[in-house]
């Protein structure tokens, strides 16, 4: 099963009544179905710290007040159901490749388990794991993408929810919310900055190919090439072929600049990513890819 095909079968139907994306700056969140409704919520800077080694929730007070204002009361003694799109640096998410893997549920995660373990810079044995079996490609036998995260972290990410009234279920990162923006067919790769993280995602058809999480030590155009060009020598390695294009989201100031160098430098065409519900930015690219996901249910 295609990564991006799992992805909207993961979306509860109906979906779930709130859908979120955090990130240091704020809270986006949408209220799909009916009357699709949209917004931002800021926060204060220090609320959130994103880190894959501790805690993000700095500030939990602060940071529940602002998710119980998002929603007028519903009357009702039952939570309400959200799901939950969280920054790309406070996980890790990976590509593996196998020459043969089991079919066992159990000892694929043994496998799992054992790959990533050298991988990731916090104790796996406390910590949150999921995978995805997909099709390798030519000349691969499997691909599974896993997502990792410190079991603490997603905790306190999701007890904040439940204590403004809230039941999480569907939790992901942002940048594989944002896939379904990124289109369909070819080989694809989405950059996207959020604060001094920059992502980057390729895929090939519907399948995830790379997975790229830096914390950049300048915001500088320079820092952002630094990444992508050994990112994009990995991929013609790898896949025998460049990327057909490249999605750009929430460089800002530095937009320009990289949309003049990056075709000439990199050999892809540029395009900002977009949506059917508006132009992703640094804080909703996620939540934005998530409603897409849900197609005519968001509306």
């Known amino acids: 099963m295609r990564l991006l095909r799992k ?15 955090l990130s240091p700056t704020g809270i986006a969140w949408a209220r799909p179905g009916g009357q699709l409704r949209l917004g931002f919520e800021p926060l204060e800077p220090g609320v959130l710290l994103v880190s894959p080694l501790k805690d993000n929730v700095v500030r939990p007070d602060e940071l529940v007040a602002r998710i119980r204002g998002l929603a007028l009361p519903n009357g009702r003694p039952r939570r309400r159901t959200a799901a939950l799109i969280l920054p790309d640096y406070c996980a890790r998410v990976a590509v593996l490749d196998f020459d043969a893997f089991p ?14 373990k050298k ?30 995260a410190a079991l603490e972290i997603i905790a306190r990410y999701e007890a904040a929810f439940r204590t403004a009234g809230f039941e999480p279920g569907f939790v992901t990162t942002s940048s594989l919310a944002a896939l379904p923006l990124a289109g369909d067919g070819g080989i694809r790769a989405l950059a996207k900055l959020s604060g001094e993280t920059l992502a980057v995602t390729v895929l090939e058809g519907e399948s995830l190919r790379l997975v790229r999480s830096v ?34 989201c929430g460089f800002g100031a530095m937009a320009e600049e990289l949309a003049r160098r990056l075709p000439a430098e990199l050999g892809a065409p540029v395009q900002a990513l977009g949506s059917r519900l508006g132009e992703p930015d640094q804080t909703n690219a996620g939540l934005l890819g998530y409603l897409e996901a849900l197609g005519d249910r968001a509306a």
């Open 119 to 148: 991988s990731i810079p916090f104790d796996l044995e406390s910590a949150r794991l999921s995978y995805q079996v997909q099709s390798g490609g030519t000349g691969r036998k499997y691909q599974v993408v896993v997502a990792v």
């Open 215 to 248: 914390e950049l030590p300048a915001l500088t155009v320079e820092e952002v090439m630094g990444v992508l060009y050994p990112t994009f020598a990995y991929i013609e390695d790898e896949l025998a072929a460049q990327p057909e294009r490249l999605f750009v």
């Open 103 to 116: 079919s066992e549920p159990q000892e694929q995660a043994s496998l799992v388990r054992f790959r990533i």
């Open 7 to 21: 992805l909207r079968r993961l979306i509860e139907d109906p979906p779930p009544e709130f859908a979120f994306e």
